[in-house]
């Protein structure tokens, strides 16, 4: 590295520790933080599908989908619609599940009152994979709802009639991304539930085991067995190696089996392990499978997973400016990417404050070049994205529904701008509801928590129901936020 280069880049360190020590970087409050971090979880309850609990606490939501899965004799009532429609995608609620569950095992001892909430959060979901993964042998239930007959209408989820066709993935056609997913979710949730209900615990590693075992005997993408019944909406663009690895991380963590740690001495090369990723999301689990694996390196010197903390260090260089591998875009602090740009944001955010939790345990740094990167660097860093996500940013607008003076009114989600099942008990058909889509009103009911896709590369952000790439919720965009935004919402946590 030049002495220019290496000049910035101890600059851009510096102004980063400073930012990481000093409390005028931080715009808000451990209290602001434990509020953020309760309404992400409550958002949770808006995406609920099936019969609704007494302690529902978002209570414009009613029932739905209670016969789902029963034309073809199997229980598939229950999980979670994805965004802003009333399908339930099997792997996106799976990698949502898989990120709940990392987020209390990183940070559940920072959540408090809120930790039995997102226990709960996970349970909704865990408990529909179950199903899922156990209703028929040799299959595994990946859908429930036509998405091509679903998006022609506007209706609220307990309103659904539309064909709540099922799709499964089998022996005779493959699904070994969403499999996979599926194996790590009930692994990663069986990690949280292992001392507060054991027997849960025990059977969501034995299922998560036997759906992996199917991932990896029966190989296949299920975008080439379901073609447009989940593209383009949730297609596997990254293939299903990626999720045979990271299904087999999280089993090892899990089960402590030292089968899974010769599955991934032997078979990483070729699921990805030489590989360097720099985006974390429901489709692409490299960068998320290299930290996660890292940890055996960092905390137990596992020579096997030094490589993945040398991936790890790319992954995180990178997102560090001045370094010599510095690729990420930023706009006004934020990583910026294409499309629902901030699904990437909190996944970025996780994965900063998770290697330096890593790092942590033993002093460790990130190594760029010639350089080294602190934890408290990561951890100023991510600071910024959740604190640009909560208002501090241009437009000063939080992009959390329901957090701070100034946030979206016009969500693209069916159930929040149609009026709710209790203040309007009449049936609103497919094609009535579109008068509220293209309604100025705002929503008549608030979806407490939701993070929506966020502002374009230019920060600019229009509050427009229409233009769901920024005004759409999602699952997986709340997922990891929780874990980011209970580290800052604990008030031993350096800010």
């Not at 609920?48 to 899965?69: A, E, H, I, M, V």
């Not at 920072?110 to 909430?117: F, I, K, P, V, W």
């Not at 042998?137 to 209706?155: F, I, K, R, S």
Request: glycine residues 8%.
């Amino acid at each position: 590295m030049d002495p220019v280069t290496k000049f910035s880049l101890t600059l851009q360190i510096l102004g980063l520790t400073l930012c990481a020590l000093s409390l005028l970087c931080s715009a808000f409050t451990f209290q602001d933080y434990s509020d953020a971090l309760g309404k992400s979880i409550l958002f949770f309850e808006g995406q609920r599908s099936g019969r609704l609990p007494p302690n529902q606490q978002l209570t414009w939501r009613g029932n739905s989908g209670l016969s789902d899965g029963s034309s073809y004799h199997v229980d598939l009532v229950g999980g979670y619609y994805d965004a802003g429609d009333n399908v339930k995608f099997g792997l996106p609620m799976a990698f949502t599940t898989t990120l709940l569950s990392w987020s209390v095992i990183e940070f559940g001892s920072s959540m408090q009152n809120h930790l039995e909430n997102a226990k709960a959060a996970i349970r909704w979901g865990t408990d529909y994979l179950l199903k899922a993964s156990t209703a028929t042998p040799g299959a595994l239930y990946v859908q429930v709802g036509d998405p091509n007959m679903d998006h022609h209408c506007w209706e609220r989820p307990e309103d659904m009639d539309t064909p709540r066709n099922v799709y499964k993935v089998s022996t005779q056609n493959p699904g070994s991304d969403v499999a996979a997913e599926t194996a790590a979710a009930l692994a990663a949730a069986s990690v949280v539930f292992k001392d507060s209900d054991p027997s849960y615990s025990t059977k969501l590693l034995k299922t998560a085991m036997k759906v992996f075992d199917f991932a990896d005997k029966y190989r296949g993408s299920y975008s080439d067995s379901l073609n447009s019944v989940v593209c383009p909406f949730y297609c596997s663009y990254s293939g299903y190696l990626d999720e045979l690895l990271w299904g087999a991380s999280w089993l090892h963590r899990a089960s402590q089996n030292s089968s899974y740690l010769a599955y991934i001495q032997s078979n990483g090369h070729i699921l990805g392990a030489d590989d360097d990723d720099y985006s974390f999301s429901w489709d692409d689990k490299r960068a998320g499978t290299k930290v996660l694996l890292s940890k055996g390196f960092l905390e137990k010197n596992t020579q096997e997973f030094q490589l993945y903390k040398a991936h790890s260090d790319n992954y995180i260089c990178s997102l560090i400016p001045g370094s010599s591998s510095f690729q990420a875009q930023y706009t006004a602090g934020l990583v910026n990417e294409p499309l629902s740009n901030l699904q990437y944001v909190t996944t970025t955010a996780f994965l900063l404050l998770t290697y330096a939790k890593y790092l942590s345990s033993n002093g460790g740094v990130a190594t760029c070049g010639s350089s080294t990167v602190k934890a408290e660097n990561l951890i100023a860093l991510a600071k910024k994205q959740v604190d640009y996500i909560l208002g501090d940013n241009p437009a000063k607008m939080s992009y959390m529904v329901g957090f701070g003076e100034r946030y979206p009114q016009h969500v693209h989600h069916r159930g929040s701008s149609l009026p709710s099942i209790h203040a309007h008990p009449d049936h609103i058909a497919c094609n009535d509801g579109f008068q509220y889509l293209y309604s100025r009103s705002p929503n008549p009911n608030v979806l407490t928590g939701a993070i929506l896709g966020g502002p374009d590369n230019r920060d600019n952000f229009a509050d427009d129901r229409n233009n769901y790439q920024q005004s759409e919720p999602a699952t997986y965009i709340n997922a990891p936020f929780v874990g980011a935004v209970a580290f800052f919402s604990s008030k031993t946590t350096t800010n």
